[in-house]
């Protein structure tokens, strides 16, 4: 494996044909190599009021927002003023589950990596001006799905929670806390949480392309609507490729300005592996771990109200990669196949992906039927000829959002990736190369599908 002479014309060419390919109305991809940043710009901001995309255009970066919360709350961790193995309880007492016991053997690291047994999400979750607050208090609701400690599951909840501690901790709001503890010292100038910010700025809208394939404008402008800011420490970060990479620097670094380079490092490294994940082979701190063909890459990535973000770092090579796309559900299909070829033609690296078996009629039979979490239904289906997997969010949670939420992903095939083995991939649509897995009782009975690092419970 050899890094690859790759020249800016042939990386405009890739996004242009790729955003078309997939219907994306505006993208921004920025690569840093060498030593060098290259960015491509595709598109429009709006197709109601377009402006061209640029390296400063704001996109709604959704999950990838948890990496500046933990940034946050591991330079707390080193100034002493947070402990890893703490409960949470300690900097938050008024944290409480359905289950007291449970919430009260949460620890910061068991919100930090996926592993405190909390679902995914609360539903409708904004309480006014004091939000994070607001958003402890309802915690009660939370389903809890297993023991601290015993598995990773994908949570915004916990990184929500995160962020009250943060406030706890340092006395500010939480996105003060950012600003000034990671944002300013990174030289962060264009990445923001509040919609005032965003609006002085050129920004993309998000659109979404409804079940009868037409396309429209995504509102809210984040997943939430405006002024909420319970979900602002898993999902509520503004920013543009020129701040990502400077942002994707600043991890390839030495932690200057924010945190110690040890820790910095440290948050790199696994701490509980990940089984049948497109997500990675385990979980850091916040961080997603890969190893492609021997190298190891850490990423995060975020899907909002029609808008996408995928970034992809390489520390052994130096190298990272940013994407941003504002249609879906094909802009993350965008950003994932940005990264894919980025890592190929300048890196070298190829992820094989792997295939499915034929499709088996009595194991279908096993596994087809209705799964939910909190927030959305997915459907298990076969037809004698294949299987497919539908998507939903919950018929009771979109008519009382008062917003509109993103569409439905409609029935798309997968399979089984072996004769034998509760392990899958998806195939087509949306979902394309996800993996995840089923998962059984102690009876052998198949009680759960995992899909993007969330169990989902059969009904």
């Known amino acids: 494996m050899s890094q690859q002479i790759v020249s800016d014309q042939e990386l405009s060419e890739f996004v242009a044909a790729a955003a078309m390919r997939f219907g994306v109305p505006g993208a921004a991809v920025g690569i840093w190599h060498r030593g060098r940043e290259i960015f491509a710009g595709h598109g429009v901001t709006s197709t109601a009021n377009p402006l061209p995309v640029t390296p400063d255009t704001v996109f709604s970066i959704a999950s990838t927002s948890k990496t500046f919360t933990s940034t946050l709350v591991m330079r707390l961790v080193a100034e002493g003023k947070i402990e890893l193995d703490a409960p949470v309880q300690r900097y938050v007492p008024e944290f409480q589950l359905s289950d007291p016991d449970h919430a009260a053997r949460i620890t910061v690291m068991n919100l930090l990596n996926h592993t405190a047994g909390l679902d995914w999400n609360l ?83 998000g659109h979404n392309v409804g079940a009868d394939g037409q396309t429209r404008l995504a509102i809210p402008w984040k997943a939430y609507p405006a002024g909420a800011r ?17 942002w994707s620097r600043f991890q390839l670094g030495d932690g200057g300005g924010v945190l110690p380079a040890e820790v910095l490092h440290r948050m790199q490294e696994p701490t509980i592996e990940l089984r049948a994940s497109s997500l990675g082979d385990a979980i850091g701190i916040c961080w997603f771990i890969k190893d492609i063909t021997g190298v190891r890459t850490i990423s995060h990535g975020g899907s909002g109200n029609g808008q996408f973000c995928e970034l992809v770092i390489v520390p052994e090579h130096d190298f990272a990669v940013v994407s941003l796309a504002n249609q879906g559900p094909d802009g993350y299909a965008f950003d994932q196949a940005v990264a894919t070829w980025a890592l190929e033609h300048y890196l070298g690296l190829v992820e094989a992906e792997p295939e499915p078996v034929a499709y088996d009629d009595a194991r279908a039979r096993e596994v087809v039927g209705r799964y939910d979490n909190d927030a959305m239904h997915l459907d298990i289906a076969a037809d004698g000829v294949r299987l497919t997997l539908a998507v939903e969010i919950k018929p009771e949670i979109r008519a009382a959002a008062g917003v509109e939420v993103p569409p439905d992903l409609p029935p798309a095939e997968w399979g089984f990736l072996a ?32 899909l993007a690092g969330r169990p989902f419970r059969r009904v």
Do not use: C, W
Not at 131 to 141: D, I, N, R
Not at 144 to 149: H, K, R, T, V
């Open 230 to 246: 319970g979900n602002n420490p898993g999902g509520g970060i503004s920013s543009t490729i020129a701040d990502l990479l400077a």
């Open 123 to 205: 539903i409708d979750t904004d309480e006014g001006g004091d939000s994070l607050a607001g958003f402890v208090a309802k915690m009660t609701e939370l389903t809890l799905i297993a023991e601290p400690g015993a598995r990773a599951s994908y949570s915004q909840a916990g990184y929500n929670l995160l962020g009250r501690v943060a406030e706890k901790v340092t006395g500010l709001s939480f996105e003060e806390a950012v600003a000034t503890l990671v944002l300013e010292p990174a030289g962060l100038a264009d990445t923001v949480y509040g919609l005032d910010e965003v609006m002085i700025r050129r920004f993309a809208v």
């Open 419 to 450: 004769a034998s083995g509760d392990e899958y991939i998806v195939t087509e649509g949306g979902l394309k190369g996800q993996r995840g897995y089923f998962g059984r009782d102690e009876n052998g009975s198949i009680v759960s599908i995992d």
